[in-house]
């Protein structure tokens, strides 16, 4: 975008301020008053195609104050694309004459990057004797503030606006075709219609005027979208040839089962409203026009009287009461100030630099609520009387955002230093960015030493690349849903933690950015209980031996590899001969003595493969694997003889037993392993019975 000297090119606000034939002083006050108040005016040459824009344009995009003078099609590339079909169709319009001016809002990208909302509003000032548009003159206004109270305020402004649109001069019901059957009696004087000729019409079958064919066309549209409508205007003329301005708004009538029962709605005479806009057209020029569509609520207002000279249309609504009631009237007269020493303070300044601003201050509307807004005033330069520019930003949403922050914040902090578990705030590449004192006792880290680290510095090497991972994916993904993990955490003196960890991700609506919150459970003893829980379920507890059942588990392992690999499986069942005597002479405790140490001598005598188990009293079976040929086992059955033989400590001394030991070989004698089992055992009583009977 170029800029270059206005004057060349385009004159003073204040020279085309006194342009119109209403070149009034309170006019070229307002033009000032435009020039201080922080909107952008624009002149649009169409025979050069260059615009000229008033030093707040500059401003607005982030460069210094300074006037710009551009081609048309260079200000439409600042626009996104997405924005210009709305833009492109209304400014057509008004340049052929469809609308008599037009105005959207719209986004523009400054020259950092960046991208700021802005309200245009244009009028085509200008046209040659056929009509076609040769000059454009607006105002451009920066109205991010207001975009982003918006959405803030949609859902408060959605609930109570039905109500509000139903404050009327009569009330109409319409049925599922639209025809009307019923009008309250008010609708006899105000509108001087008589309700017999409207009962059983719909609205566009009577003898409306002052609405194209385009605009009832849009409200047909609407009606059978079962969408509310609200101020519809048109034009009837009554009995005496009076012509009378209607405005209508309604809502959709539907019953229990959901279906369109029809419309409901109000209508007001705005007649008043419409002379009144209509003599301001007359006599405003296109300054004034400019301040009266600001989208910033403006008032002009006479610095000695405090009295209301002018109000646009945005304070107007803001004040929720009618223009007339306003001008001419202080602010004290219109009990604006909650509080007098507002209005006090804000003059002081006015009276010490000329300007004045407060960035909360309380107002009382028209129906009592209380509404915030930001004030910012300017004593404008000469005329007669003395002018006070004022603007009032309504910014109750923002500060009832601002408390319910401020309010779910504390709560959220109350919370997380008081919870009994571990809690930590953390950035998206794992840094701590807040912890409380749980998890520093889980960690033995003070808060501050464990912000100058990450979670994965005091993740277990083993159980990192995982989670993380994992959990970046569902980030990018934009996954919402927590994330449970058992993991090993580090402890400060080197020691490990097993801890439960959920991870949830917070997304950042406006940045888009994420935090992740954690909640951390120390369940280390949880974990070694389990442990010894699962220990206790698959082992003998006297001898700490594989019981049947995880005997059961490595028998079918064990025979499962031997056929791949095609070797053999022993299964070598032992059976304690003399250990009744052992029990009954020494008791029990002797007894279990003697069977821990014969348990531990068995398991000395395998290779790491090999399993021993403990299978009943003084009974056990031993599998041994990966056997080539049968001599192994002999070997093997004569070792175990050889370590259960020796003599076994008691407290009373020693004692020594004996044992019947049987053998059943996979896949010689079976291939099933319960018919093993059985073989092995049989053969152990084959050797019992020998032995008896020497």
């Known amino acids: 975008m170029a800029s270059a000297d206005p004057d060349k090119h385009a004159p003073s606000a204040a020279a085309q301020a006194g342009r119109g034939e209403d070149d009034t002083p309170l006019h070229r006050q307002a033009a000032r008053a435009l020039e201080a108040s922080g909107l952008a005016f624009f002149d649009y040459d169409l025979a050069t195609g260059m615009v000229y824009l008033s030093e707040a344009w500059s401003e607005m995009l982030g460069a210094p104050r300074a006037p710009t003078l551009a081609p048309i099609g260079a200000l439409f ?49 200008k046209r040659d004797v056929n009509g076609r548009a040769l000059r454009m003159m607006g105002v451009v206004a920066d109205v991010s503030a207001y975009k982003r109270a918006e959405q803030a305020l949609r859902e408060s402004e959605a609930r109570f606006r039905s109500l509000t649109e139903l404050s009327s001069d009569w009330y109409w019901e319409q049925d599922e075709n639209f025809r009307f059957i019923e009008f309250s009696p008010e609708v006899v004087p105000r509108a001087g219609a008589s309700i017999a000729s409207h009962l059983g019409k719909a609205r566009w079958e009577l003898p409306w005027i002052g609405v194209s064919e385009e605009r009832w066309h849009e409200h047909r549209a609407r009606l059978e979208a079962h969408q509310p409508f609200r101020d519809f205007e048109f034009q009837r003329v009554n009995e005496s040839g009076e012509r009378i301005w209607i405005s209508a708004s309604g809502t959709p009538m539907f019953d229990d089962s959901g279906r369109f029962r029809g419309y409901r709605g109000i209508g007001r005479n705005i007649n008043t409203r419409k002379r009144a806009e209509e003599a301001l057209r007359e006599s405003e020029e296109r300054f004034m026009a400019m301040f009266r569509n600001s989208p910033a609520p403006m008032a002009l207002v006479e610095f000695d009287t405090q009295r209301v000279l002018d109000i646009n249309d945005a304070h107007v609504q803001q004040l929720g009461r009618p223009r007339e009631l306003v001008l001419g009237r202080t602010s004290k007269e219109l009990d604006l100030f909650v509080d007098v020493k507002d209005r006090e303070k804000i003059w002081e300044q006015l009276a010490r630099t000329g300007q004045a601003r407060m960035d909360a201050v309380p107002f009382q509307d028209a129906s009592g609520a209380l509404r915030w807004h930001m004030i910012s005033a300017r004593v404008l330069p000469d005329g007669e009387p003395k002018t006070v520019l004022v603007t009032a930003v309504d910014i109750t949403g923002r500060i009832a955002a601002e408390q319910a922050l401020r309010a779910s914040e504390t709560r959220f902090k109350a919370a997380f230093r008081n919870s009994a578990i571990g809690m930590a705030l953390l950035a998206a590449d794992g840094s701590w960015l807040m912890a409380n004192e749980a998890l520093c006792e889980i960690l033995r880290y003070s808060e501050e030493e464990l912000l100058q680290t990450d979670i994965r510095s005091v993740t277990y090497p083993e159980d990192r690349a995982e989670d993380f991972e994992f959990l970046r994916v569902r980030m990018v993904r934009g996954a919402r849903g927590a994330l449970q993990r058992e993991r090993r955490l580090v402890r400060k003196d080197g020691t490990t933690v097993w801890v439960q960890i959920d991870l949830g991700v917070v997304v950042d609506g406006e940045s888009d950015s994420f935090q992740v919150i954690a909640q951390i459970q120390d369940v280390t003893e949880r974990r070694a209980a389990e442990a010894r829980a699962e220990h206790l379920a698959l082992h003998d507890p006297l001898t700490g031996l594989p019981n049947k059942r995880l005997l059961a588990d490595r028998l079918a392992i064990a025979l499962s590899v031997a056929k791949r690999a095609k070797t053999r499986v022993g299964a070598i069942f032992i059976d304690l001969d003399r250990f009744k005597p052992v029990n009954d002479t020494w008791g029990h405790l002797a007894g279990d003595a003697v069977l821990r140490q014969i348990a531990q001598r068995l398991q000395s005598a395998l290779r790491q493969s090999d399993t021993v188990a403990r299978v009943g009293g003084d009974e056990f079976l031993v599998l041994a694997t990966g056997v080539e040929q049968r001599h192994e086992l002999d070997r093997l059955v004569e070792r175990l003889h050889t370590a259960i033989e020796r003599p076994c400590e008691i407290e009373s001394g020693a004692t020594t037993v004996s044992a019947s030991i049987g053998l059943a070989i996979y896949p010689d004698h079976t291939k099933d392993p319960t018919e093993l089992l059985r073989r092995a055992d049989a053969a152990m009583y084959e050797v019992k019975r020998a032995r008896r009977a020497r």
């Open 77 to 125: 590339e600042l626009v996104p694309e997405e924005d210009r079909p709305v833009l492109r169709r209304d400014y057509l319009a008004a340049l052929k004459g469809v609308s008599r001016e037009y105005r959207v809002d719209h986004r523009v990208r400054t020259p950092a990057g960046s991208v700021i909302w802005v309200s245009s509003w244009g009028r085509v000032v």
